[in-house]
């Protein structure tokens, strides 16, 4: 028997990993690269420059922060005001109501202390006693009020989230495709994304800012009654707790910026470990070692970077934190003083020491949280000049009603890409009729997708016209268009919806499932979906809990069988079979044959020899026509492209 094999450690060589060096005597007939583990390679240093939002704090004048937080709270206020004016209202009114009762709170203990300091303590209590409820009372009422507050921030963030979200999805499920294909627009779809994501943080943030100043405004109007002096000396003993704050905000910054990259690929990367989409190839592949040792290193470099902003952090806050104090120590010096020289009696000074602690804590909220809505305000303005973008490239062409057409007529119609100088489909003028099955055909990269999608109305010309009868697509209503079509991409959609959702999927369902098992015939889905569990009600989605998964070859059968119990006027299918078997692939397309009588049909595919049912076949090379016709006609033609494409496909 052979012994087994030592596993091999990373950095192990073949020969240490076998015991012996290849080809020596008695070595393994198993190929070396098959027996090591290979050295694995560091992750390379990831720092995406092109963020539009980097290095901004670093960058950031205390001038620029102070411009555009107002900024920030007015976007949030008015994405609260637009989904619950009353819960707006109320965190306004409770704030301003939190403020007040800090400020008669402080005054009713300025007018209290002076009789509690008497002669006569009894007396001095039955003389405080009024101003001290009045001061229980306001500081209560405040309390109450920043509670109410913070229940109606609660009650508007889930609000704000679906708000946000929901535009930011609605307006990509409107917009012209051809918003996709600008540059960028990837990019500025995830900052949108973000920026709705932290429009709730924002929320939060400004009601403790504006809290903050409230409580801030408050507390210094009861010092300057005191003593004008005492605002000055406020001022110096909680500035260098502020400034301290903005640094160390700017240090935390610092290493959010550096791991950021890091963190989000490690983010995708873990979905890819966890996912059972990749299951099989990640074991299969033996690719576990390698991924676990990237995905470690990510972990420990993130890890690394953040405990190295820690030392400075802690340094920055002890410094501000002794600076403060002593400037605290100053503010209790300059109260003596006043007290020694007659200025302010004792009591009056003991008030000033709490109003200095207010102002104290309002002042470290408005530093902290300042700094974080400048950040997250840069992500909301992303938001809302992406819904301002995209809002102006919705589809919105025309009002006239498309109908189901008996001819389909490109005159001269083109498509250039945006930021593109070669057009994807160069002139093109091309009759398709009712009843006629039309088969695309082409290399990669000839247009095919292109033309079907001027052919159903999701992309109107960039030159020429694009007609249904007589109906111009590029001046007829969108949806009234769509509502005729019945198309099957290349990448059709998994749903995770009940199968019978899958097929309908919003299209009403006027004779109950009837009509959904009759599409389901069609393309041989049946049986298989007879034996879900709960037939048409089973969830198609294996990740959740009750679900059950089709393989491939079913699910676009579904996606057939879904464009078919449309009935559309017009029926588009991209590679429909190419993950189906021999037998699903027949069923289709010999149910396209049959259906074709009332409908325009047209159909791409590589698989040649299902080209043959078509009634014409219409070759495309680079953008343009090159030739159309029977297949018969045309791969007898000497010199055709499609005869040339069959004899390649016939000899593999």
């Given at each position: 028997?052979?012994?087994?094999?030592?596993?091999?450690?990373?950095?192990?060589?073949?020969?240490?990993?076998?015991?012996?060096?290849?080809?020596?005597?008695?070595?393994?007939?198993?190929?070396?690269?098959?027996?090591?583990?290979?050295?694995?390679?560091?992750?390379?240093?990831?720092?995406?420059?092109?963020?539009?939002?980097?290095?901004?704090?670093?960058?950031?004048?205390?001038?620029?922060?102070?411009?555009?937080?107002?900024?920030?709270?007015?976007?949030?206020?008015?994405?609260?005001?637009?989904?619950?004016?009353?819960?707006?209202?109320?965190?306004?009114?409770?704030?301003?109501?939190?403020?007040?009762?800090?400020?008669?709170?402080?005054?009713?203990?300025?007018?209290?202390?002076?009789?509690?300091?008497?002669?006569?303590?009894?007396?001095?209590?039955?003389?405080?006693?009024?101003?001290?409820?009045?001061?229980?009372?306001?500081?209560?009422?405040?309390?109450?009020?920043?509670?109410?507050?913070?229940?109606?921030?609660?009650?508007?963030?889930?609000?704000?989230?679906?708000?946000?979200?929901?535009?930011?999805?609605?307006?990509?499920?409107?917009?012209?495709?051809?918003?996709?294909?600008?540059?960028?627009?990837?990019?500025?779809?995830?900052?949108?994304?973000?920026?709705?994501?932290?429009?709730?943080?924002?929320?939060?943030?400004?009601?403790?800012?504006?809290?903050?100043?409230?409580?801030?405004?408050?507390?210094?109007?009861?010092?300057?009654?005191?003593?004008?002096?005492?605002?000055?000396?406020?001022?110096?003993?909680?500035?260098?707790?502020?400034?301290?704050?903005?640094?160390?905000?700017?240090?935390?910054?610092?290493?959010?910026?550096?791991?950021?990259?890091?963190?989000?690929?490690?983010g995708m990367m873990r979905w890819w470990l966890t996912t059972a989409d990749l299951a099989d190839e990640?074991?299969?592949?033996?690719?576990?070692?390698?991924?676990?040792?990237?995905?470690?290193?990510?972990?420990?470099?993130?890890?690394?970077?953040?405990?190295?902003?820690?030392?400075?952090?802690?340094?920055?806050?002890?410094?501000?934190?002794?600076?403060?104090?002593?400037?605290?120590?100053?503010?209790?010096?300059?109260?003596?003083?006043?007290?020694?020289?007659?200025?302010?009696?004792?009591?009056?000074?003991?008030?000033?020491?709490?109003?200095?602690?207010?102002?104290?804590?309002?002042?470290?909220?408005?530093?902290?949280?300042?700094?974080?809505?400048?950040?997250?305000?840069?992500?909301?303005?992303?938001?809302?000049?992406?819904?301002?973008?995209?809002?102006?490239?919705?589809?919105?062409?025309?009002?006239?009603?498309?109908?189901?057409?008996?001819?389909?007529?490109?005159?001269?119609?083109?498509?250039?890409?945006?930021?593109?100088?070669?057009?994807?489909?160069?002139?093109?003028?091309?009759?398709?009729?009712?009843?006629?099955?039309?088969?695309?055909?082409?290399?990669?990269?000839?247009?095919?997708?292109?033309?079907?999608?001027?052919?159903?109305?999701?992309?109107?010309?960039?030159?020429?016209?694009?007609?249904?009868?007589?109906?111009?697509?590029?001046?007829?209503?969108?949806?009234?268009?769509?509502?005729?079509?019945?198309?099957?991409?290349?990448?059709?959609?998994?749903?995770?919806?009940?199968?019978?959702?899958?097929?309908?999927?919003?299209?009403?369902?006027?004779?109950?499932?009837?009509?959904?098992?009759?599409?389901?015939?069609?393309?041989?889905?049946?049986?298989?979906?007879?034996?879900?569990?709960?037939?048409?009600?089973?969830?198609?989605?294996?990740?959740?809990?009750?679900?059950?998964?089709?393989?491939?070859?079913?699910?676009?059968?579904?996606?057939?069988?879904?464009?078919?119990?449309?009935?559309?006027?017009?029926?588009?299918?991209?590679?429909?079979?190419?993950?189906?078997?021999?037998?699903?692939?027949?069923?289709?397309?010999?149910?396209?044959?049959?259906?074709?009588?009332?409908?325009?049909?047209?159909?791409?595919?590589?698989?040649?020899?299902?080209?043959?049912?078509?009634?014409?076949?219409?070759?495309?090379?680079?953008?343009?026509?090159?030739?159309?016709?029977?297949?018969?006609?045309?791969?007898?033609?000497?010199?055709?492209?499609?005869?040339?494409?069959?004899?390649?496909?016939?000899?593999?």
């Amino acid at each position: 028997m052979r012994k087994r094999t030592p596993k091999a450690t990373p950095g192990t060589s073949s020969e240490t990993a076998a015991g012996r060096a290849p080809g020596s005597p008695g070595a393994s007939s198993v190929p070396a690269a098959r027996t090591a583990t290979p050295q694995p390679s560091e992750p390379p240093e990831l720092d995406y420059n092109g963020r539009p939002h980097r290095r901004a704090m670093d960058d950031a004048t205390l001038r620029d922060m102070a411009r555009r937080i107002p900024a920030a709270l007015l976007q949030t206020a008015r994405l609260a005001w637009t989904v619950d004016r009353r819960m707006t209202l109320t965190v306004l009114v409770c704030q301003l109501l939190s403020g007040l009762g800090t400020a008669v709170m402080l005054a009713a203990v300025a007018r209290a202390l002076p009789r509690l300091m008497g002669s006569d303590p009894r007396e001095g209590l039955t003389h405080a006693w009024p101003a001290l409820t009045v001061a229980v009372v306001a500081m209560a009422t405040g309390a109450a009020m920043w509670i109410l507050a913070d229940w109606a921030t609660r009650r508007l963030n889930p609000k704000i989230a679906s708000a946000a979200d929901l535009t930011l999805v609605d307006l990509h499920m409107r917009a012209e495709l051809a918003a996709y294909d600008a540059q960028g627009f990837g990019d500025r779809s995830k900052a949108a994304e973000i920026g709705a994501m932290r429009a709730v943080d924002l929320a939060d943030d400004a009601k403790t800012l504006t809290n903050g100043l409230i409580q801030l405004l408050s507390a210094a109007t009861v010092l300057t009654s005191l003593h004008p002096l005492l605002l000055g000396v406020l001022l110096l003993s909680v500035v260098p707790r502020g400034t301290g704050g903005v640094i160390a905000a700017r240090v935390d910054y610092r290493v959010h910026d550096r791991t950021v990259s890091a963190r989000n690929v490690r983010g995708m990367m873990r979905w890819w470990l966890t996912t059972a989409d990749l299951a099989d190839e990640l074991r299969a592949n033996t690719m576990r070692g390698y991924l676990h040792f990237w995905y470690r290193a990510m972990c420990d470099r993130v890890e690394g970077r953040e405990l190295e902003g820690a030392r400075p952090y802690l340094l920055i806050t002890l410094l501000a934190a002794s600076l403060g104090g002593l400037f605290t120590l100053g503010m209790w010096a300059s109260l003596a003083a006043l007290v020694l020289a007659g200025a302010m009696s004792t009591a009056l000074a003991g008030t000033a020491v709490v109003a200095s602690q207010t102002a104290g804590r309002a002042l470290n909220s408005i530093i902290r949280y300042s700094t974080v809505m400048f950040h997250h305000g840069l992500y909301l303005s992303d938001y809302h000049e992406f819904v301002d973008e995209v809002r102006a490239m919705t589809t919105a062409r025309g009002t006239a009603q498309a109908a189901p057409p008996r001819r389909i007529r490109l005159q001269g119609a083109s498509y250039t890409y945006p930021g593109k100088d070669t057009s994807a489909v160069r002139p093109i003028t091309l009759t398709l009729h009712r009843g006629e099955v039309v088969a695309l055909v082409g290399e990669n990269g000839a247009g095919k997708s292109t033309l079907i999608r001027m052919l159903t109305g999701l992309t109107v010309p960039t030159e020429g016209k694009v007609l249904w009868d007589d109906t111009d697509l590029a001046a007829a209503d969108a949806e009234s268009v769509w509502r005729h079509v019945g198309l099957v991409p290349q990448k059709n959609g998994h749903w995770p919806l009940a199968a019978r959702e899958n097929i309908t999927l919003g299209q009403p369902r006027e004779h109950g499932d009837g009509r959904i098992w009759d599409a389901v015939e069609r393309v041989g889905m049946t049986e298989p979906l007879r034996d879900l569990p709960g037939g048409l009600d089973t969830l198609l989605a294996r990740s959740v809990w009750g679900g059950h998964e089709l393989s491939g070859g079913q699910w676009q059968r579904l996606a057939c069988a879904r464009a078919m119990y449309r009935d559309p006027g017009v029926l588009v299918l991209d590679e429909p079979t190419s993950e189906m078997d021999a037998r699903g692939e027949h069923t289709v397309f010999q149910e396209l044959r049959a259906m074709a009588p009332g409908r325009i049909t047209v159909v791409v595919t590589h698989r040649l020899d299902n080209v043959r049912m078509a009634d014409r076949v219409v070759v495309l090379d680079r953008g343009a026509v090159r030739e159309q016709g029977s297949f018969e006609e045309l791969v007898a033609t000497e010199g055709s492209l499609l005869g040339e494409l069959y004899a390649l496909a016939q000899d593999r």
